[in-house]
């Protein structure tokens, strides 16, 4: 499974941005999904996770009720799209994918990982 994230950018707090996570191989849509964001100097640290078909979610604390992910088995994307966005938001977002990773916030259980993009929120 190779993955592609897109959709960063430069917005100011309160704005929003949609993320996409492109997907190819046969088996992704076999994979559970997370969202990653590691900011200068910091931990990669654990967004939001989905299951294989959808039916589940999870999210950390701070991003509850602003963030929202999903995915499209159809069109092998997953989506993570960011309302209300804080400048603490601010990092690189990576996408990953594992067979056993759904309910896990660890980044050593995923085994695919795409190249990050960047999400710059000013105050």
């Known amino acids: 499974v190779q993955l592609q994230a897109s959709g960063g950018g430069l917005v100011q707090a309160g704005g929003s941005l949609r993320l996409s996570c492109a997907a190819s191989g046969r088996t992704f849509s076999n994979n559970a999904v997370g969202w990653f964001r590691q900011a200068p100097g910091m931990e990669r640290e654990f967004v939001a996770g989905?299951?294989?078909?959808?039916?589940?979610?999870f999210y950390r604390d701070s991003v509850k009720g602003r963030f929202t992910i999903s995915r499209d088995n159809a069109k092998a994307t997953v989506y993570l799209q960011m309302s209300s966005l804080k400048p603490e938001d601010t990092a690189n977002y990576y996408c990953a994918a594992g067979i056993n990773s759904y309910g896990t916030r660890s980044p050593s259980t995923y085994r695919y990982w795409g190249q990050g993009t960047q999400v710059t929120v000013s105050s």
């Open positions: 989905i299951s294989w078909n959808g039916g589940s979610t």
